[in-house]
């Protein structure tokens, strides 16, 4: 009941958020004084008091802050200037106008009455000079505008060199200063003591006066650049410091009252100046409208309202400008919630480990607005209940979210759902709290489960002003991962599918396919990532060094990196913002279905346009479970160019392993040689040629692979691969660089995320389309060499010369026959017979397991029959003397005539509550005596069979 229950209340707050209107109204601050932005000022102290002096870690946290600050502030009293002349300014230039260029300072002009804030080095954080420590830092570094950095070559010797070789080095030094100016004020507002305050608003002077007086800096360019930039940095999303130097002001306010009053006026401007440019610049479609929202907000909640302001210009006025108005380069964010998030599926159009974060960015707006606003802005965006219901859909079974893109591997945040369970609390939504403790729950003992990395506390300064510690109700139950994951998932807004057998992290089996849709999003193709034995053994690429490095533009964001087919050596087209989608052509079960399916297979039909070679690439892949603990992977890709002349098509597969073995049908070693091909030398493309130890033979046919990986503490894990041959392949093995997804120590150890991967890649003369890459991968572990005991292809008897057929043998007897059709043709097989996209008969020496036929119009085998009028799904299966059957659409089922030739047989079985008898029709088909049934459109269901 409880399941029901939290559907109704999404379905009910999605669609009253929706009849809302869009624009948000925004209240005046209920209280003028300060700090507002973390704390306030009424109630402040006595609360961080009362978490000191009740929790260990804030009271240790608050005596390392203060520790680590004090012999600043101290030095501070008897030299003023140590930690001021620290700061990066233009201390002799005063210059005012920055200019920059092909993403590197160029130079500054103008003259200020005081120092100004030196901007930043480049817009990419690599840099060959070292970024020296405080106590390094030559006093007033400026000499003819260039800075003393350390370089990192041999003999590290110190120089003069121009900021614009020393990468974001300038701003992160002033970042840390400001910080240590964010710590002292807090300590002043807390204890009083002049000395803090007297420290944080020297350098808080320093650096905002220097700002005032600073402009926007000018792309010599007048390129792409320019709509980026801000005032401290490359990147509006990257002016970092202001959320420790709007917090230090916050705190210092008080002492800036008191005694600097008539300089306050001189910092809102500044502040304000700050906001504009941010508004005016960025990107809004993606998470750079969250991140400078952010920005802006903090801004916001410092000045104080707009009738304060001869221009009308505070913090009304800037709220509003982030929720309300739509700028070029800074949406709303009711509009970019609207443009972001797919409705119907709640998924966010960037790659996964941009998506996690985005929506731990809106939560936190409602969260922030709950806190310092007591306005509840959820209604308001009533998408984002839905999107945290989505989350789980990212995971593989060992807890971590999928790769596709610029993403890294690791689990998903839990903050989105603990911000709507205090947003429940706050505002009386009892079912709202109910949903989301129970997901929670869920998210929390899959991640303890998985041994994924629980978060650690935080003991920093943000910790101390944080939501305190989240107590979930211990009446909820927690519930299961299968709850809120799906079989099938399919996300257009990113061309990402899914598919899932079994959600035991270590027994389960996934396969996620991506293609170039959204943002954050490679030049991939058709590319998937497989799991198994509680690793992902066939992972993503990753980033690279950086999105500004090499690696990432020739290799790692490029087809070579992923488990894909690149057509003639050259497929490619741009990346990051990309609007290369997937079409899905079927799956099973339908995307989003939790029951009524049969669950021993899944599959996925996709197809793509490459257009680099306007080739048409078809990709179809299934789960076939064979137990509770094993079961394998069918791939059958097809790729061909639509006017012709093809070349060749390359199939590429990276598996984690320290070792790879190829084998023929009679498994011995396939005679390898070394080889230069597969490089840009031959006109491919330069990913290619970051491939090594490059072998490879001629072969046509059928063939295995085994990659090996050894982890310490386990027993070995082997994905066993086996492909179809065909005439005019050339098979290579090859040793692509490690993937970038892995983060340090996390799910796999480091020894093994920075090995080589092991490669094949399997070169296709011609088109391979009629001649496609059929492949069936199999994790195993241990000794037994997994549960497979023989692969062979069958090509049938038809027309379809596409089609292709995998017979997959089992060590206990069972046996696979599985079709794999391109075009609408009958082929026929010993006593089977298929028309469809894909198909499979299960039989054992007893007799049949089951029937399985999707996106077909037939698959028979023995007498069994699943004959379809239309395109429909259908299955028929025994277990344990058993019968099941299911259809999507009206369907002609058939027995073997194996009954009393006197009287009826019948199927029973129960529809909507009722009883249902269906008649069987005696017919011969094809020779073969057997009782036919039409039956309806039925979840999977329980027959009996009776005469």
Known sequence: MKRKIVSVFLSGLFWVGMARAQHIKIPSLTHTEHPRLLTDAKTGKARLATLISREDWAKTTYEKITAEVSPYVDRHQQDSTWMVS???????????????????????????????????????????????????????????????????????????????????????????????????????????????????????????????????????????????????????????????????????????????????????????????????????????????????????????????????????????????????????????????????????????????????????????????????????????SQAVSAQPQYLFPNGSIVGFGDTHYGPIRMEPMEDLIRNARLHGKKQQELYYTRLLKTMQNLRQKEESGLPKLRTGFMSLFSNPPLTLSESVATGLPEDYMTATFWAPNVAWMVQRNGIDPHHGLMISQAGSGGNHAHANGIAMELYGKGLILAPEGGIGGSYFQSDYAE?????????????????????????????????????????????????????????????????????????????????????????????????????????????????????????????????ELMGYDYWYDKQSVVSSGDFNGRFELDIPGRAGVYMNMWMKGYPDREIFSVKAPPSKSWRKDQLIPDSIANLPLPTVVVRQNGAAWERPFVAVYEPAEGNTGGDIARISSFAGVGNDSSFAGIQVESKNGMIDYIFAGAAAESIKYQDMQFKGTYGMARAKADGLVFLFLTDGNELSKSGYGLFAGKSASAVLSFKDKQAFFSSSAEINLTLPDVYLSDKEVSISFTIEGKLKRIIGNRLENNGTKVVSFMMPALNLTEIAIKQ
């Open 555 to 683: 290799y790692y964001s490029q087809f070579p990196a992923h488990n894909t087919v690149v057509v003639d050596g050259i497929s490619s087209y741009p990346t990051m913002k990309s609007n290369h989608f997937l079409k899905l052509q079927g799956a099973y079960p339908e995307p989003g279905i939790k029951q009524g399916y049969f669950k021993d297979v899944t599959y996925s039909n996709l197809l793509f346009l490459e257009p680099e070679t306007n080739s048409n690439q078809n990709r179809l892949m299934s789960i076939v479970r064979t137990s509770d603990s094993s079961g394998y992977y069918v791939d059958v890709f097809r790729s061909a160019k639509k006017n012709g002349g093809d070349k060749y098509h390359d199939y590429i597969y990276h598996n984690l392993g320290q070792r790879l073995s190829l084998t023929d049908a009679l498994k011995k070693p396939l005679p390898l040689k070394a080889t230069d091909k597969l490089t840009f030398a031959n006109e």
């Open 86 to 384: 620290r700061l990066q300014m233009y201390w002799n230039t005063h210059s005012t106008d920055v200019f920059i260029k092909n993403g590197a300072y160029a130079y500054a002009t103008g003259k200020a009455p005081v120092p100004t804030v030196r901007f930043t080095g480049t817009r990419d954080v690599a840099s060959q000079y070292m970024r020296p420590k405080l106590e390094d830092i030559k006093p007033y570094m400026d000499q003819d505008g260039k800075v003393y950095f350390q370089s990192k070559g041999s003999g590290q010797a110190w120089e003069w060199v121009d900021q614009s070789k020393t990468g974001r080095s300038i701003e992160s030094i002033n970042i840390e200063i400001i910080n240590k100016a964010r710590d002292a004020a807090m300590i002043y507002w807390y204890t009083g003591s002049e000395k803090y305050g007297k420290f944080a608003y020297d350098l808080f002077k320093t650096y905002m006066t220097g700002m005032y007086y600073r402009n926007e800096p000018i792309d010599l360019n007048k390129g792409h650049d320019q709509t980026l930039v801000g005032l401290s940095s490359f990147e509006v999303i990257h002016e970092d410091i202001l959320e420790p130097l709007t917090a230090c002001y916050d705190f210092l306010h008080g002492y800036i009252q008191k005694k600097h009053p008539k300089q306050l006026p001189l910092y809102a401007e500044t502040f304000k100046k700050w906001a504009d440019i941010i508004i005016k610049n960025g990107v809004p479609f993606n998470n750079w409208n969250l991140i400078e929202a952010r920005f802006v907000a903090c801004i916001a909640l410092i000045l104080e309202n707009d009738q304060v302001y001869p221009d009308k210009k505070g913090c009304g006025y800037y709220l509003d400008q982030i929720l309300n108005q739509t700028h070029t380069r800074q949406w709303a964010l009711t509009d970019i919630l609207k443009k972001g998030y797919d409705p119907k599926t709640g998924i966010w159009a960037e790659s996964p480990g941009y998506s996690v974060n985005v929506l731990a960015d809106f939560t936190g707006f409602v969260n922030f607005f709950d806190r310092t606003m007591k306005m509840d802005l959820l209604p308001e965006l009533p998408v984002l």
